[in-house]
Nanobody, 117 residues
C-alpha cells in the first residue's frame, strides 16, 4: 500500500528556518529517487529537489543554496531543511518518488509552510 506522510511545516518569519520530514511506505521508498514538491495557491505543483539512494541530489534554481534535501534509508524518511525562507516559499509541501510511476493521482496530505511577518 502506498503511503506518504509529510510533517514539519508551520508559520515562520522571513529569514527563518524549518525542517520538513516525509515518511514513505517501503514500496515507495525502495524506488531510487525521492523528491520534494510544493504547490502555492493558484499555482501548479513544482518539483523542488530530489535525492537518489546514493545521496546524489538535484535542486531547482529557485531554492538552490537555501534548501537541503537528505534521506535516511534505514527509516524510509526524507527531509527538507529550509533556510532563509521567503514569503514566496509559502505553499503546501509534498514528497513523492521521482518519477511518479504507478502512483496515479495519489499524494500525501502535504504540510503547510507559511512565511510571513
Amino acid at each position: 500500500q502506498v503511503r506518504l506522510v509529510e510533517s514539519g511545516g508551520g508559520l515562520v518569519q522571513p529569514g527563518g528556518s524549518l525542517k520538513l520530514s516525509c515518511t514513505a511506505s517501503d514500496t515507495v521508498f525502495s524506488l531510487n529517487v525521492m523528491g520534494w514538491y510544493r504547490q502555492a495557491p493558484g499555482e501548479q505543483r513544482e518539483l523542488l529537489a530530489m535525492i537518489a539512494k546514493s545521496g546524489i541530489t538535484h535542486y531547482a534554481d529557485s531554492i538552490e543554496g537555501r534548501f537541503t534535501i537528505s534521506r535516511d534509508n534505514a527509516s524510509d524518511t526524507i527531509y527538507l531543511e529550509m533556510n532563509n525562507l521567503k514569503p514566496e516559499d509559502t505553499a503546501v509541501y509534498y514528497c513523492s518518488p521521482v518519477p511518479r510511476v504507478g502512483l496515479g493521482d495519489y499524494w500525501g496530505q502535504g504540510t503547510q509552510v507559511t512565511v510571513s511577518s
